[in-house]
């Protein structure tokens, strides 16, 4: 299972929207609206931002959300802050009953 | 409150074994499928293994199947990967990683550990 397609890096200044693009196969996000996004900052665990394609956990801010056009899942953050420069990982349910991630997207706040 | 803390991660040379552990608490274990994810330094996240609730599903990823062994003891609330012939490629960070949900397919994650880091040289 390869690994999805992200963007290596994406940049916005405060307040600006940016979105992050995930792109997989027919196999994963084309088939299943089972992607989920997480934000890693440096030397932390990841956190889960978004599930089932547009769900948001408990205490995450909605701000962030995600949505999906065919094999490509994106998030976006709205209002960017400088707390949101980290790295961003998408992940998708595939048809082998397993995950596969993202190579990962680092957000800068300029 | 829910907690994952990761052991057993160390040195080790390469063709050699380890074994890592993952102590779970604030949370009804046996209602959870566990995961292993695992991150090379300064690379992204890899998922490397799944177990269900009883132990009777359990996935790898093609990188360390058969070679990898990931099991679970529900009375010590535990979860374990046993690593064997282990290359450069597995040093990463081991982290430990809730489903809150058992459905016997591996989904997203809501909470991790802190991770445990392996490293592979001789």
């Known amino acids: 299972q390869s690994a999805l397609t992200q963007p290596a890096s994406v940049s916005g200044s405060p307040g600006q929207s940016i979105t992050i693009s995930c792109t997989g196969t027919s196999s994963d996000i084309g088939r299943y609206n089972y992607v989920s996004w997480y934000q890693q900052h440096p030397g932390k665990a990841p956190k889960l931002i978004v599930f089932d394609l547009d769900t948001r956990p408990s205490g995450v801010s909605n701000r962030f959300s995600g949505s999906k056009s065919g094999n490509t899942a994106s998030l976006t953050i709205s209002g960017l802050q400088a707390e949101d420069e980290a790295d961003y990982y998408c992940a998708s349910f595939t048809s082998s009953m397993t995950q596969v991630f993202g190579a990962g997207t680092k957000v800068t706040v300029l | 409150e829910v907690q994952l803390v990761e052991s057993g991660g160390g040195l080790v040379q390469p063709g050699g074994s380890l074994r890592l552990s993952c102590a779970a608490s604030?949370?009804?274990?046996?209602?959870?499928?566990i995961n292993w994810v695992r991150q090379a330094p300064g690379k992204g996240l890899e998922w490397v293994s799944y177990i269900n609730s009883n132990s009777r599903t359990v996935y790898y990823a093609d990188s360390v199947k058969g070679r990898f062994t990931i099991s679970r003891d529900n009375a010590k609330n535990s979860l374990y990967l046993q690593m064997n012939s282990l290359t450069a490629d597995d040093t990463a960070v081991y982290y430990c990683?809730?489903?809150?949900?058992?459905?016997?397919?591996?989904?997203?994650?809501?909470?991790w550990g802190q991770g445990t880091l392996v490293a592979v040289s001789s």
């Open positions: 604030g949370f009804t274990f046996t209602d959870c499928s």
């Open positions: 990683a809730r489903q809150p949900y058992d459905n016997g397919a591996v989904g997203s994650f809501d909470y």
